[in-house]
């Protein structure tokens, strides 16, 4: 899922801040489309819908001893009225939201063209209304303040199995919210449990402190919503409402954020330059001892290690026992060699790659497994073909987890004896089965039959599991004549720890 509509969204929630009027609310609409455009963000304005003649039970209309009854009373708008405000919203280029209180409230978001649907907290266990804004076909956003865990799984249950298009805002909801009950690490817990649904923050704290929505952003919030009004000479705003002044101080902080913790490369951290001179600046380099004539094999005795470290200079890093000298050194000279690599430290490099992915899966192996590097050409093209294997089981059924480091392929083979079905864990993957191919997603299942020829490929690193038949050595047969030479052996290197 994760529908565009929903990432880097800012949502400025009028809700009874109109006051009643269609003048007033207009006002606060210009502000926020003024804010919007200066920031060139993507922004909505959130109106709310209920249906004040069914709504209330007709015993406690008028009553002003009933909490929200007046206030709502108070700031009635017709449904010409409110249709009035979603046209002001769209002529100002912002999305146009809203939350139904009723299935009246739905309703009105159907016939005025409301983008995004809202669902407050206080409605997010009201099945009858979850039931109406599900069918209304709408991307929808809900509020999860007061809810529990379980209530939140029921909820994502209940849009999947209806195949909504939703986001999830953390929520608490006291107005104000004091800092000590915001509990922002519940943003990182939602990420990792609903990790195809865009997450997002609601916020009722203090206006004029801006580390809450800076530190949403850190915990990878996506949407960001506050309540806005306008002051006037009469009109007073409530503790968690932000003025002109204060949503533009919080969109502005809201961006700094994202600047901040922001990737600059996708899916790996950037390094600058400036980081590399001034790491490099402080490096020690490698320094010879004595006199060193050109052959020889240098030792850990045979140099110290110093600052600075000059341009092409081996690093204290770099150096092993055993660097030959290509040419001959006098004392106290820098040492001009390059690292070997070899298999061996192809092969660590590879290894420590496939750790990482684990770890950020959050597959854990434990200790009775063999790793197997299948590369097919050669350690040196390991990158680009071949793949890791973890044997786990090898019975009557077989269980494998199979790594595929980003932009690595496993060539097209097949196999007689077994039969084997992938289910795509982590990452993306696309499998080509007799000739054509499958884009995977984690949670797809593809079989393997025997004899159907297959290859595998993956974009940015993939993590799969096989089931299958029991595993029979040389049952691996390849389409390319230059892999069938080879002995397995040649193709394989096996290893019993990592």
Known sequence: MGNDLFNNLFIFEMANSHQGSVEHGMDIIR??????????????????FRNLDTF?????????????IPRFEGTRLSVEEFNQLVNAIHEEGLIAMSTPFDEDGVEWCMDMGVDIIKIASCSALDWPLLGKAAEANKPLIISTGGKSL????????????????????????????PFEHLQLDFIDKMNRRYPDVTIGYSGHEDPDDNTAPMLAVAKGAKILER???????????????????QADKWVAAALQARTMCGMKKRGQKYISQEEIDSLNSLMRGVYVKHDVKEGDELTRKDVFFAMPCHE???????????????KDYIANEELHEKKKFTDINLARSVIHDAKGMLYEAGIALGDDFEV????????KH??????????????????KLIIVLPGQKHPTHAHKVKEETFQLLYGDLTVTLEGKERQMKPGDIQTVLRGEKHAFTSQTGA???????????????YDDPAIRKLDPMERKTILRKW
């Open 227 to 245: 309540h806005v009004g306008l002051p006037t000479e009469t009109i007073t705003l409530n503790a968690y409402s932000m003025n002109p002044e």
């Open 372 to 379: 197997e590097l299948s590369h097919h050409y050669g350690m």
């Open 150 to 177: 379980s209530d939140i799984d029921k909820l994502y249950n209940f849009f999947m199995h209806r195949c909504c298009d939703f986001a999830f805002l953390h929520c608490v909801a006291e107005y104000p919210a």
């Open 463 to 477: 993590i799969f599991e096989e089931v299958s038949t029991t595993h029979v050595k040389s049952d691996s047969y």
């Open 31 to 48: 502000e926020m489309g003024k804010i919007a455009r200066k920031y060139n963000v993507k922004a909505a304005v959130k109106l709310q």
């Open 382 to 399: 390991f990158r680009q073909t071949g793949a890791i294997i973890i044997n786990i089981i090898n019975r009557e059924y077989c269980k």
């Open 312 to 326: 092409k200079q081996m690093t204290s890093g770099e150096f092993y026992d055993g660097v030959t000298a290509s």
């Open 56 to 68: 209330i039970h007709p015993d406690y209309k008028g009553r002003q001893d009933v909490k929200h």
